[in-house]
């Protein structure tokens, strides 16, 4: 069963539109989330996370929202941009356990 | 600093055929793993180690072994492979940091090794 849910396989953005990537998990034990950005032919990047005490972490473009009592944490980038077209992960850990990685998001940002 | 490095970048085998795939981090972190990415399964862990000479099971590691000889370094062998390991591996390192009073992880990636089992 999955922990970590992206329910969206792909996305497509208008640039200079605000991109929204969503993410929903089903422990509630999980007390930091991240989210990667992944090229073609590349290995995935950290770009952002959230410790399970905020709601929101906001980095330049992209702000984290993580809303614990719906399970639910989104990836806003405002505004995109081409070079933001790439698969996301959401992912998730708990404590000292493993992190637990969504299937992906693929944002197409269109010119 | 290279960071995570991954060899080979891209192999061809028979099926039966054995391999190993070397991943080595220049950071000193003591957490490595292994991914395999499949379209649309995400990234799915076979097996992680904590530090040199331990290793443990993932998600998915039948048909996998690995070794930690060495802090810097975390080998995956392919004893027989098979066609269903046809897929793109990806090392990961990380070290572990208190946040808040949680100890939280941020793993880096290598950059994948393709793998096509014939």
């Known amino acids: 069963d999955q922990q970590v849910k992206q329910n969206s396989p792909s996305l497509s953005v208008q640039e200079g539109r605000i991109s929204i990537l969503n993410c929903d998990y089903t422990n509630s034990m999980f007390d930091y989330f991240l989210w990667y950005k992944k090229y073609p032919a590349e290995g995935p990047t950290f770009l952002i996370s959230i410790s399970s005490i905020k709601d929101k972490n906001e980095d330049g473009r992209f702000t984290v929202f993580l809303n614990k009592s719906a399970k639910h944490l989104s990836l806003h980038i405002v505004p995109s941009q081409p070079g933001d077209s790439a698969v996301y992960f959401c992912?998730?850990?708990?404590?000292?356990?493993?992190?637990?990685f969504g299937k992906g998001t693929r944002l197409h940002i269109l010119p | 600093n290279a960071g995570v490095t991954q060899t080979p970048k891209f192999r061809v085998l028979k099926t039966g055929q054995s391999m190993t795939l070397l991943c080595a981090q220049d950071m000193n972190h003591e957490y490595m793993y292994w991914y395999r990415q499949d379209p649309g399964m995400g990234l799915r862990l076979i097996h992680y180690?904590?530090?040199?000479?331990?290793?443990a099971k993932g998600e998915v590691p039948d048909g996998y072994n690995v070794s930690r000889l060495k802090k810097q370094n975390f080998l995956l062998g392919l004893e027989s492979a098979a066609p269903s390991q046809t897929s793109v591996y990806f090392c990961a390192s990380s070290y572990r940091r208190s946040l808040g009073g949680f100890q939280h992880e941020t793993q880096y990636f290598g950059p994948g090794t393709r793998l096509l089992v014939l």
């Open positions: 992912a998730a850990s708990e404590g000292d356990d493993k992190i637990i």
């Open positions: 180690s904590v530090g040199e000479g331990t290793t």
